[in-house]
């Protein structure tokens, strides 16, 4: 099975509206770690996010925030208020022990973000 | 403060030669990873160092991918002979020590073999 799972390969959003992508992770292990990153299309792999699976509260990174539904295995992404700047691949990815070795991350394919004006 | 480093940013190169992509990362991380990223097999992790040693190499495709990392500033990762099925971005990254530190990526270095 795969361990971080985007179904969205694509997605549209209009200018200033909320956004949601979608990723599921699947791991045996209690603790693990889910980060988001963003690839613009000059390249570069930029941190947005953090959830620890211990963590009660969902995280919250100025216009990022996290939906963390632990139970379901889910971790979206939330932008809120898009702005054309947030066009972009978004990759979510997972550490945890099972991985082999728990500094290592396992990435989804991505989902890539257009905003509409 | 300064993030990861990589050189050079854009590679061409024929079929055969030798090709070394360099790595400087963020001062006092521990951890120090290559990447490669393709169309076709997404972000995979090729090597990863802790204090410089090589923890854990199984992703590495085969015996022309070699990488090493002399002291805590520098980090090469050659191809030895290169060719055309290994074009892609290579990206080197960083991070603490800690479930919670994320990866810091360097800007990554597009390499094409002709």
Known sequence: A??????????????????????TYDTSDQSYGLFWYKQPSSGEMIFLIYQGSYDEQNATEGRYSLNFQK????????????????SAMYFCAMRDFSSGGYQKVTFGTGTKLQVIP | DAG??????????????????????????DYLFWYRQTMM????LLIYF??????DDSGMPEDRFSAKMPNASFSTLKIQ??????????????????????????????????
């Open chain 1, 2 to 23: 795969q361990k971080i799972t985007q179904t969205q390969p694509g997605m549209f959003v209009q200018e200033k509206e909320a956004v949601t992508l979608d990723c």
């Open chain 1, 71 to 86: 139970a379901r295995k889910s971790a979206n992404l939330v932008i809120s208020a898009s702005q054309l700047g947030d």
């Open chain 2, 4 to 29: 990861v480093i990589q050189s050079p940013r854009h590679e061409v190169t024929e079929m055969g030669q030798e090709v070394t992509l360099r790595c400087k990362p963020i001062s006092g991380h």
């Open chain 2, 41 to 44: 097999r997404g972000l995979e």
């Open chain 2, 50 to 55: 802790n204090n410089n040693v090589p923890i």
């Open chain 2, 81 to 114: 002979p290169s060719e055309p099925r290994d074009s892609a971005v290579y990206f080197c990254a960083s991070s603490l020590i800690g479930t919670d530190q994320p990866q810091h990526f360097g800007d990554g270095t597009r390499l094409s073999i002709l």
